[in-house]
């Protein structure tokens, strides 16, 4: 692999509040607004929700490649990612942004483990490492055996 990649994405403006975005060598474009706080459209893809998608899409493409190296086979990961906006001197930014992975691993004794790939996941998530904005997790870890003893148990991961 190169030591730089670059990636392209062209954008539309339609009439009214309603944009496209697409991506080079990728079939289907996505339709998008600004959010209605902003004055644009309800029910779309905003900028905001794609900022976020990208950091969950990239976390969830991290934990696989680090799960897989280590051959570690949880039995899912879902994530959760929210984001803050302020507003600055220079208007609104997003401040902080939580990712809140729910880790499903096989067994009990797994649960260290996971733990610390989900940490090598946080920490080596390109896009995350990219905002200026800080980034935290609140990982949950859950098990069979723990969800047939009443739930799932948290994991602290800051």
């Not at 051959?71 to 600055?88: I, T």
């Not at 401040?95 to 610390?116: G, K, Q």
């Not at 998530?125 to 870890?141: D, F, H, N, P, Q």
């Amino acid at each position: 692999m190169s030591d730089q990649l670059q990636y392209s994405v062209s954008g539309h403006w339609m009439a009214g509040g309603r944009g496209f975005v697409a991506g080079e060598e990728i079939g289907k474009a996505i339709e998008f607004s600004a959010p209605p706080e902003f004055h644009g459209e309800s029910g779309f893809w905003t900028p905001e929700h794609f900022l976020l998608a990208a950091v969950a899409s990239c976390f969830i493409a991290t934990f696989r490649a680090i799960a897989g190296f280590s051959k570690f086979d949880p039995l899912a990961l879902d994530m959760a990612v929210e984001g803050r906006l302020d507003k600055g001197a220079a208007g609104y930014e997003f401040t902080h942004i939580v990712l809140r992975p729910v880790l499903t691993v096989r067994e009990e004794s797994e649960r260290i483990r996971a733990y610390r790939l989900l940490e090598k996941a946080e920490h080596g998530c390109l896009i995350a490492r990219s905002l200026k904005c800080g980034v935290t997790m609140e990982a949950t870890i859950e098990s069979p055996q723990n969800a047939d003893a009443g739930g799932d148990v948290p994991v602290a991961v800051r």
